[in-house]
């Protein structure tokens, strides 16, 4: 069973940051593109961020110029930094592989409120 730990989620105000991290197996990173998703209560998981094998990023249109997808492949870790945040970005978020997820982690929970 693979396992995913997301972590760094919170409490935070409107326009403030965080960071999300995610331990992933080593192989699963160094060879799977790898995505950040969140999913709010009774709403499907929706895909926020990729960061491709070979570099390369992209975006949901509602998070690009605001989040940052990284990866540690040494750490064997996955980031997701969040700037200016809004109550919209409230959700947990999940990493997993772009294709075909493996199994989910618990997720991180954000909360944006002032």
């Known amino acids: 069973q693979v396992q995913l730990v997301e972590s760094g989620g919170g409490v935070v105000q409107p326009g403030g940051s965080l960071r999300l991290s995610c331990e992933v197996p080593?192989?699963?990173?160094?060879?799977?593109?790898m995505a950040w998703y969140r999913q709010t209560l009774g709403n499907q998981r929706d895909w926020v961020a990729t960061?491709?094998?070979?570099?390369?990023?992209s975006y949901l249109d509602s998070v690009k110029g605001r989040f940052i997808i990284s990866k540690d492949n040494a750490k064997s870790t996955v980031y997701l930094q969040m700037n200016k945040l809004t109550p919209d970005d409230t959700a947990v978020y999940y990493c997993?592989?772009?294709?075909?997820?493996?199994?989910w982690g618990q997720g991180t929970r954000v909360t944006v409120s002032s």
């Open positions: 080593q192989s699963m990173i160094t060879s799977n593109h």
């Open positions: 997993n592989t772009l294709y075909s997820p493996r199994d």
């Open positions: 960061i491709f094998v070979g570099g390369p990023r």
